[in-house]
């Protein structure tokens, strides 16, 4: 493991890419259950680096929270072709910061249809990863004070003794949506400020921009099944957050660029209609 001082994401980037390279497979542990099958993918990589980490589960975010760093993984596991423009996140917004901890996101593709993959005689099958983006929260979201909490409301139904939860839900681009240049390939992505070494070459130079207008509330109307946000002036419009793509020198150096801004927006309403 060549240790940079300060981060795991070079380190763990090029075990994930090796691994993909050397044929390493995604084994299932049941038919149902995909994403989990790509987050002991995972796992197995950063222990063959020796990182130490919390145990991971289906409830705890980020999934992997390391212990000698200040650092966390959240693994997202997406079909291809499939739905790969977005991902649902049930118990945090996308942040590059939580709870003390940098966060990282592990966006990796896998095959929609295993129906092809040989059974290994005990119920599951090995599949391959597909393609692999490893990118730090803020290229999703930049935010670092919105505190996720889940709240309720009582007093609901004809004898007033239901409660109303609101659980939310995140729904968020992938980077396989926000970029061109990804698919097919293993990409790290990290604010410009980051500090790389001689084995990774640049691939492409992102900047995201911050809207104009910011959502801060919503309300529902039970009556019409209305639901309607509400929205204040971003302060920090135009504001433009740098980021920088990066590959092995071993890896192909094709180029890694933002889609348009209109293109991301068609990406958004394309979302809001699924």
């Not at 295993?114 to 999703?140: A, E, M, W």
Request: net charge negative; proline share 4%.
């Amino acid at each position: 493991m060549k240790a940079n001082p300060s981060t795991t994401c070079f380190d763990v980037f090029e075990q994930c890419a090796l691994a993909v390279q050397a044929g390493d497979l995604i084994e299932s542990v049941s038919a149902k259950d995909k994403e989990f099958h790509f987050q002991n993918w995972f796992q197995k990589r950063i222990e063959k680096l020796g990182i130490h980490y919390e145990g991971s589960g289906r409830n705890t975010y980020p999934d992997f929270c390391l212990v000698e760093y200040t650092e966390g993984y959240e693994i997202k596991g997406l079909a291809w072709p499939g739905r790969e423009r977005d991902y649902d996140s049930n118990s945090q917004v996308p942040t590059g910061f939580h709870n003390g901890r940098q966060i990282f996101y592990v966006f990796g593709r896998y095959p929609a249809d295993l129906s092809t993959y040989q059974d290994q005689g005990n119920g599951r099958k090995q599949y391959p990863v597909v393609d692999l983006v490893i990118c730090h929260g803020d290229f999703l979201n930049a935010d670092h004070e919105y505190v996720h909490k889940n709240r309720s409301v009582k007093g609901f139904g004809t004898y007033g003794d239901i409660m109303i939860r609101d659980r939310k839900m995140y729904v968020a681009p992938t980077p396989f949506a926000l970029t061109q240049g990804t698919t097919g390939l293993m990409t790290l992505i990290l604010p410009a400020a980051f500090q790389t070494d001689d084995r990774f070459q640049v691939v492409g130079q992102l900047t995201r921009i911050e809207a104009d207008m910011l959502v801060v509330g919503y309300s529902f109307d039970l009556r019409t099944n209305a639901l309607k946000a509400e929205k204040i002036p971003n302060s920090r419009k135009g504001t433009e957050h740098r980021f920088t793509a990066y590959r092995l020198k071993s890896q192909a150096g094709k180029p890694v660029s933002m889609l348009s801004g209109a293109e991301i927006l068609e990406t958004v309403r394309e979302m809001e209609e699924e």
